[in-house]
T-cell receptor, first 111, second 119 residues
């Protein structure tokens, strides 16, 4: 079974803090993705990575950055958290051509 | 630009009823993939089906069936004899592909439909 794990299920941070969300997959997948989920908006793509050290902007990259130093790990970074970044964050991975498999999500609250 | 619309925000049914979740999409690509995912209360998205734009055959998997109609740009999902465990948020999604059928991987999601099945 494909396993995608995220470092925290729930996270509470303060405005202005630097926040790291970690995602790890154990299936040697090449591609990894970060989405945020908001009510009424579905999931929106923030960043994705086709391979190690590669990254591409998704539809809503503003206020975020990413890091992919190892194939199995894809980190989402909020450089200076703001209240409008309160959301559910979902990581996904896939082998090229295959279906995306999702992690359990991290519910981030920024106070 | 791609767009996926799930017009039904919430649906409520009683157990054993059949229910259809609608999905309409827009894309300029001639080759693309369509997906359905289920998100139970635990939060993790569970993959249900992937359909290539060249394959318009309907698919049935147990109580689940999918109707893909390119002429109306729709990819509807029907649950037959619904059960309480079917209660979840369901997402339809679209991914573009190149002429050779290679998916670019970026998914465009609909807004989701909240399905509640009452005992």
């Amino acid at each position: 079974d494909v396993k995608v794990t995220q470092s925290s299920r729930y996270l509470v941070k303060r405005t202005g803090e630097k926040v790291f969300l970690e995602c790890v997959q154990d299936m040697d997948h090449e591609n990894m993705f970060w989405y945020r989920q908001d009510p009424g908006l579905g999931l929106r793509l923030i960043y994705f990575s086709y391979d190690v050290k590669m990254k591409e902007k998704g539809d809503i990259p503003e206020g975020y950055s990413v890091s992919r130093e190892k194939k199995e790990r894809f980190s989402l970074i909020l450089e200076s958290a703001s209240t409008n970044q309160t959301s559910m964050y979902l990581c996904a991975s896939r082998q090229t051509e295959d279906t995306q498999y999702f992690g359990p999500g991290t519910r981030l609250t920024v106070l | 630009a791609q767009k996926v619309t799930q017009a039904q925000t919430e649906i409520s049914v009683v157990e054993k009823e059949d229910v259809t979740l609608d999905c309409v999409y827009e894309t300029r690509d001639t080759t693309y993939y369509l997906f359905w995912y289920k998100q139970p209360p635990s939060g993790e998205l569970v993959f249900l089906i992937r359909r290539n734009s060249f394959d318009e055959q309907n698919e049935i998997s147990g109580r689940y069936s999918w109707n893909f109609q390119k002429s109306t740009s729709s990819f509807n999902f029907t649950i037959t004899a619904s059960q309480v465990v079917d209660s979840a948020v369901y997402f339809c999604a679209l991914s573009a592909a190149n002429a050779g059928g290679t998916s670019y991987g970026k998914l465009t999601f609909g807004q989701g439909t909240i399905l509640t099945v009452h005992p």
